[in-house]
């Protein structure tokens, strides 16, 4: 996030696109009804009509994989209305003109008949935020997870600089990471291609500095990313994975694909707190400690560093995960002892301009929000206030594409996957917790009435979903929170894991998958 | 508990003591009170020392509830022998001290007592705890925002229902004295207290009327309650169930709530547990049946009843209010449902909406 | 139940069980201590390592010293239930509830309606009606459920058929080959049935939609509110009327029920 979760409860507007905030980030959505009851605007783009989408004042349901029609279709309307930011654009961005020959191509009517919404809807809600001082952006995986993915973030980041929103309180360019620490996980460098704090691998300097620090040659390229990894497993050159706190049978697309790939490894080894699907392929599986069982940090989405201190200790045979990280090392002949987390973080400090000021006994009870390069800074609430990290904002247009996989005659339906409030992610804690297993214990499928009927499935009877990756039979829930054309299901239960059905698709940039939309045929069961 | 009107003596002890007091208590008993954490939270913790309790708080943020009806509790143990099995219900009733309680938990424990205690199956494991248990209660200087002990006659100081009562007054504490129980831990620690002089009750009597001077009351709870009968209250529920995210929060932290969940979890191959937990009817799930049907589905209809079971039905079953305006559920919420605005919209004379 | 806790089941032998449809099953049980009860009570049925649930119990006392559960299979704990033999054993918590109340009955004449499973409880009162047939006036007994292999107690059913001093006729919703009877659900047995039902009491059990069907083709039939009779179904934890699973307005299932009339569950403003 550029800026912290408190902004978005003072935000005059908040635009939240593939975002559900009250059943994935409850806190979050907290915060908008918040905004909400101090009379912000909310505008909601987002396929399903959501209980964010019953409490905002414009619900642009357009359907999976159109945003950039949609966004591009705003960013006209606000400047051919002369409602963007002159002032904000001259001084602290650049490429305006190129980006207006982009979206001077996607008048409101155009983009509707991509997105389905309204011409009249896109025209409003480009006015709310045109009146508006500031827009305060949230957006979560319904961005990301897609083949067009970075192309969604740019647009969104676009739009966000049209209405001079960024680098102020109370707005912003806002993802809602999807686990409490894996903003902290990208900081430390768990990424194919930065060290902590995204310091280039390819950057001498940068690699001479951890070279010195660890006392071990580095390489000099960037590695594989966990789509690659599975790509190039199953054709045999990734011999070996170290898989931690991961379930990737459960998260990744194409389950047939990812156990392919598991099972032509070597080697491999899982790292877990409970005997996961991924487990179960394993060779060696260390026991783990959970979150209540280690010192540490957590970095959330709004870039804070938080102690977590054990509260209980772990039973039988598991341990922390830094624990058992040191011992691998240490067997490896690494130099790896500490004798407390604060320690790694001293060195992670020594290493990581962004978190050069963070130590544990400088966390306290709020801790620190980076940048915060040094011992006496007090952290960072609001990012990019003077200028951005590369100077000037740059503009960068995008056009709409399709995505990967679009409704066909065999597969006529759109399926998209995604989360509930009961349920966390692969399930791994809460479908354990009896009374949460209870609420959803099974998977299900969401359809509109229209097909529904169409198709001969009952109200309470169960449908067969089937993609060119998979099928399941599942619960069918028969709901108007969709519109004809599309269903949704779940990706929480490790019986019915939705991803056998998902396309194992990514964006070329992010290597993120297009879990977000697939063409589906549905069928009574 | 002590009977309305006791001619009980009044006593006073010093600020200082308090502490002391509760240090004392510990070779006899496990002593609960309200601790601070680093997180500047005050929970109630069982303490080894008078000097981790803190008196200096509105309320904890959870009522001392689980030293009475615990979150997980064994109702059985079972063993498997052949075909048959071996069961046993631990039932234990360690003495306990549970000093630092406001006037509203306070109140919740009679609800507890008329729920759980009586009735055709009082619940021996929570009798077994309740006969162990001497509360030391604190009056509130003052009703503090959005809580309502006030209208509900639940604070912000007790008349009667209690064991030792304190309420700060110059020095120290008045400490009234309320039942055998009280009675019994003023002779046995009677170095802490003296007879109160009578410039010291009239202190305490001044305190009470000082605390309530401010309070305002926003609703009339005979109103509300004529409101949620007469189904005349669709709009606020409407707007209430429409923020509500069935997070069960309200519930949670609710010092009256008792209902429970009961399962079986094995803990070996021919042994395990059958436990109770703490549940809400926050929950669809918690009304589901077997084979599908739910009579409270529908969101609107399980707000509605907590609101009816808290402020009418309770009343009807067990004679007492089911809320003591701890206001705590409003804390809690995540859909900013504030309790407060909606019973002044259903019977005050407040339009306003309700979070 | 024990002294010391009453979430102690006492002990009860299955000694046998019987295939009534596909998917329910009847369980005769032997506790090891016998204990009284009135038609229309429930027990909480337990098993270790898999919890507990309400059944009514579907025979009656003035049957003998087993009592009966008829058990259809919907999920996790009635999954188990039919996994069970002869000689196993199960515990039994209860007798819990109000029971049905036939006294203010005596005399009058009585109309049983039933769908699918919801002849279980009804069955405990009709043994116990039988048991003293003269104390009562007409009596028909009206029944279906889906399909023929749908339909449970088919010997005991035949075997009242026979009967003179009763009226029973069955249907189903969809036929088979081989029947020969009523086809349609059961609210149109009501509609059709020759019995002028004035005054009349009816006891009725099943699903919740043919609950709510019945009583209206019972209503236009001219029974009085107050003397249409039925047993409700809720989740239930405890039976003790303490974990709060079984309310119906502000009351609960366990304690003041399961069996109502029409009339108090509209004065609940309540639904099966």
């Given at each position: 996030m550029t800026n912290s979760i408190d902004d978005i409860a003072a935000a005059p507007c908040i635009f939240a696109i593939g975002c559900n905030a009250p059943e994935a980030h409850p806190l979050i959505g907290w915060r908008v009804r918040t905004a909400k009851d101090r009379g912000a605007v909310l505008i909601v783009a987002d396929p399903r009509c959501t209980q964010l989408a019953e409490w905002a004042d414009l619900h642009l349901q357009l359907y999976p994989g159109t945003d950039i029609a949609l966004l591009n279709a705003l960013m006209h309307v606000i400047i051919s209305e002369g409602m963007h930011r002159p002032d904000f654009i001259e001084q602290r961005t650049e490429g305006f003109d190129q980006m207006w020959q982009v979206v001077s191509n996607y008048p409101p009517d155009k983009a509707a008949a991509i997105t389905g919404v309204p011409e009249q809807q896109i025209i409003e809600a480009a006015r709310?935020?045109?009146?508006?001082?500031?827009?305060?952006?949230?957006?979560?995986?319904?961005?990301?997870?897609?083949?067009?993915?970075?192309?969604?973030?740019?647009?969104?980041?676009?739009?966000?600089?049209?209405?001079?929103?960024?680098?102020?309180?109370?707005?912003?360019?806002?993802?809602?990471?999807?686990?409490?620490?894996?903003?902290?996980?990208?900081?430390?460098?768990?990424?194919?291609?930065?060290?902590?704090?995204?310091?280039?691998?390819?950057?001498?300097?940068?690699?001479?500095?951890?070279?010195?620090?660890?006392?071990?040659?580095?390489?000099?390229?960037?590695?594989?990313?966990?789509?690659?990894?599975?790509?190039?497993?199953?054709?045999?050159?990734?011999?070996?994975?170290?898989?931690?706190?991961?379930?990737?049978?459960?998260?990744?697309?194409?389950?047939?694909?990812?156990?392919?790939?598991?099972?032509?490894?070597?080697?491999?080894?899982?790292?877990?707190?409970?005997?996961?699907?991924?487990?179960e392929l394993a060779d060696v599986v260390f026991p783990a400690g959970s979150f209540a069982e280690k010192d540490g940090t957590f970095t959330n989405t709004e870039r804070r560093v938080q102690l977590v201190r054990r509260a209980i200790s772990s039973p039988g045979q598991a341990r922390p995960d830094w624990q058992i990280i040191c011992a691998l090392g240490q067997a490896l002949g690494m130099r790896m002892s500490y004798s407390h987390p604060s320690e790694i973080m001293d060195e992670v400090a020594s290493l990581t301009p962004i978190y050069g000021g963070i130590r544990h006994n400088r966390l306290g009870t709020d801790g620190l929000q980076w940048p915060c390069p040094d011992e006496s800074h007090p952290g960072t609430p609001v990012l990019h206030r003077e200028k951005f990290t590369r100077g000037l904002g740059k503009f960068a247009p995008v056009e709409h594409e399709p995505p990967a996989e679009t409704p066909d005659d065999e597969?006529?339906?759109?399926?998209?996957?995604?989360?509930?409030?009961?349920?966390?992610?692969?399930?791994?804690?809460?479908?354990?917790?009896?009374?949460?297993?209870?609420?959803?214990?099974?998977?299900?499928?969401?359809?509109?009435?229209?097909?529904?009927?169409?198709?001969?499935?009952?109200?309470?009877?169960?449908?067969?979903?089937?993609?060119?990756?998979?099928?399941?039979?599942?619960?069918?829930?028969?709901?108007?929170?969709?519109?004809?054309?599309?269903?949704?299901?779940?990706?929480?239960?490790?019986?019915?894991?939705?991803?056998?059905?998902?396309?194992?698709?990514?964006?070329?940039?992010?290597?993120?998958?297009?879990?977000?939309?697939?063409?589906?045929?549905?069928?009574?069961? | 508990m002590g009977n309305a009107k006791t001619n009980m003596p009044e006593y006073f002890l010093k600020a200082d003591d308090l502490q002391a007091l509760l240090s004392a208590l510990m070779a006899s008993a496990r002593v609960i009170a309200p601790v601070r954490s680093d997180w500047e939270e005050v929970l109630f913790e069982p303490i080894v020392n008078g000097e981790q309790a803190t008196f200096e708080y509105e309320n904890a943020v959870v009522s001392p509830k689980d030293f009475l009806l615990p979150q997980t509790e064994v109702l059985a143990r079972y063993r498997r022998v052949g075909k048959s099995y071996q069961v046993e219900a631990p039932i234990e009733a360690p003495p306990q001290v549970i000093a630092g309680i406001r006037s509203c938990d306070l109140s919740a424990v009679q609800i507890w007592d008329e729920a759980i205690g009586s009735g055709e199956y009082p619940d021996p494991y929570y009798l077994a705890r309740r006969r162990g248990t001497t509360f030391i209660s604190i009056a509130c200087p003052t009703v503090f925002e959005n809580h309502f002990c006030a209208v509900?006659?639940?604070?912000?100081?007790?008349?009667?229902?209690?064991?030792?009562?304190?309420?700060?007054?110059?020095?120290?504490?008045?400490?009234?004295?309320?039942?055998?129980?009280?009675?019994?831990?003023?002779?046995?620690?009677?170095?802490?207290?003296?007879?109160?002089?009578?410039?010291?009750?009239?202190?305490?009597?001044?305190?009470?009327?000082?605390?309530?001077?401010?309070?305002?009351?926003?609703?009339?709870?005979?109103?509300?309650?004529?409101?949620?009968?007469?189904?005349?209250?669709?709009?606020?529920?409407?707007?209430?169930?429409?923020?509500?995210?069935?997070?069960?929060?309200?519930?949670?932290?609710?010092?009256?709530?008792?209902?429970?969940?009961?399962?079986?979890?094995?803990?070996?191959?021919?042994?395990?547990?059958?436990?109770?937990?703490?549940?809400?009817?926050?929950?669809?799930?918690?009304?589901?049946?077997?084979?599908?049907?739910?009579?409270?589905?529908?969101?609107?209809?399980?707000?509605?009843?907590?609101?009816?079971?808290?402020?009418?039905?309770?009343?009807?079953?067990?004679?007492?209010?089911?809320?003591?305006?701890?206001?705590?559920?409003?804390?809690?919420?995540?859909?900013?449902?504030?309790?407060?605005?909606?019973?002044?919209?259903?019977?005050?004379?407040?339009?306003?909406?309700?979070? | 139940m024990s002294d010391s806790s009453p979430y102690l089941p006492t002990p009860a032998a299955l000694s046998a069980v019987r295939d009534e449809t596909p998917d329910i099953k009847t369980f005769r049980v032997q506790p090891e201590q016998v204990f009284d009860y009135r038609p229309g009570q429930f027990v909480m049925l337990s098993l270790w390592g898999f919890g507990e649930a309400p059944f009514s119990i579907a025979s009656s006392r003035s049957d003998g010293d087993t009592m009966d559960f008829s058990i259809k299979r919907v999920g996790g704990f009635t999954e188990q239930m039919h996994l069970l033999q002869p000689g196993d054993e199960v515990g039994v918590r209860g007798p819990f509830g109000n029971g049905f109340d036939v006294e203010p009955a005596r005399g009058a004449n009585l109309v049983f309606v039933a769908g699918g499973i919801g002849l279980a409880p009804l069955r405990a009162l009709i043994h116990e009606v039988l048991s003293r047939r003269q104390d009562f006036g007409q009596i028909v007994l009206l029944y279906g459920a889906r399909t023929p292999a749908d339909l449970v107690y088919r010997d005991e059913l035949d075997r009242l058929r026979s009967r003179s001093d009763l009226r029973v006729q069955l249907t189903v919703d969809l036929g088979d080959g081989k029947w020969t009877g009523h086809v349609g659900v059961v609210p149109e047995l009501i509609k059709k049935a020759p019995e002028d039902f004035t005054r009349w009491t009816a006891f009725v059990c099943g699903p919740p939609i043919m609950i709510r069907f019945t009583v209206q083709a019972l209503l236009a039939r001219g029974l009085e509110p107050g003397r249409i009779v039925t047993t409700l179904e809720r989740q239930m934890q405890c039976g003790l009327g303490k974990c709060g699973h079984c309310y119906i307005g502000g009351k609960l299932v366990c304690a003041d029920g399961p069996v109502f009339t029409w009339q108090q569950l509209q004065e609940m403003g309540a639904e099966p």
């Open positions: 709310m935020m045109g009146r508006a001082d500031r827009v305060c952006t949230i957006y979560t995986l319904g961005i990301t997870e897609h083949t067009v993915g970075t192309h969604n973030v740019m647009a969104v980041a676009d739009l966000a600089m049209t209405l001079g929103s960024v680098g102020k309180p109370a707005a912003g360019v806002n993802p809602l990471r999807g686990q409490n620490n894996v903003q902290g996980s990208c900081d430390m460098g768990a990424l194919p291609n930065v060290f902590s704090g995204y310091q280039s691998v390819t950057d001498a300097a940068v690699r001479a500095k951890f070279e010195k620090a660890w006392g071990a040659a580095l390489p000099g390229e960037v590695g594989l990313t966990l789509p690659d990894m599975l790509i190039e497993a199953r054709q045999g050159n990734l011999k070996a994975m170290y898989i931690v706190g991961e379930d990737i049978m459960m998260s990744d697309p194409n389950t047939k694909h990812v156990r392919q790939a598991l099972e032509s490894l070597d080697f491999l080894v899982c790292q877990e707190i409970f005997l996961s699907s991924t487990c597969y006529p339906l759109m399926l998209s996957t995604g989360r509930m409030l009961f349920h966390y992610n692969a399930g791994t804690m809460t479908r354990r917790t009896p009374i949460l297993q209870r609420e959803f214990p099974r998977n299900f499928v969401q359809i509109n009435p229209a097909d529904a009927e169409r198709l001969g499935v009952r109200r309470t009877g169960k449908a067969r979903v089937t993609t060119r990756r998979g099928s399941l039979v599942v619960d069918a829930q028969v709901t108007d929170r969709l519109k004809e054309g599309v269903i949704w299901m779940p990706f929480h239960f490790v019986e019915s894991p939705a991803n056998v059905l998902t396309n194992d698709v990514f964006c070329p940039i992010a290597r993120t998958a297009e879990y977000k939309v697939c063409a589906a045929k549905v069928e009574p069961a | 509900l006659d639940t604070g912000p100081t007790l008349q009667s229902g209690f064991d030792l009562h304190l309420t700060a007054i110059e020095g120290g504490y008045a400490a009234q004295v309320g039942s055998d129980a009280g009675l019994r831990l003023v002779t046995e620690q009677c170095r802490f207290f003296r007879p109160s002089a009578p410039s010291e009750l009239q202190q305490r009597e001044q305190a009470a009327r000082d605390a309530v001077a401010q309070f305002a009351a926003r609703f009339d709870i005979a109103a509300v309650q004529r409101a949620l009968s007469s189904g005349a209250d669709l709009d606020a529920i409407g707007d209430a169930a429409s923020r509500c995210q069935d997070c069960g929060g309200c519930l949670f932290v609710c010092p009256t709530c008792t209902c429970f969940d009961v399962r079986d979890y094995p803990t070996g191959e021919n042994t395990g547990e059958r436990l109770r937990t703490w549940d809400t009817c926050a929950y669809a799930g918690f009304t589901r049946m077997a084979g599908g049907a739910n009579p409270s589905a529908s969101r609107d209809v399980r707000v509605r009843r907590r609101l009816m079971h808290k402020l009418v039905y309770r009343l009807e079953s067990e004679g007492l209010l089911g809320c003591v305006g701890c206001g705590r559920c409003i804390a809690a919420c995540l859909g900013n449902i504030s309790l407060v605005d909606l019973l002044a919209r259903l019977g005050g004379q407040e339009k306003s909406r309700v979070g | -």
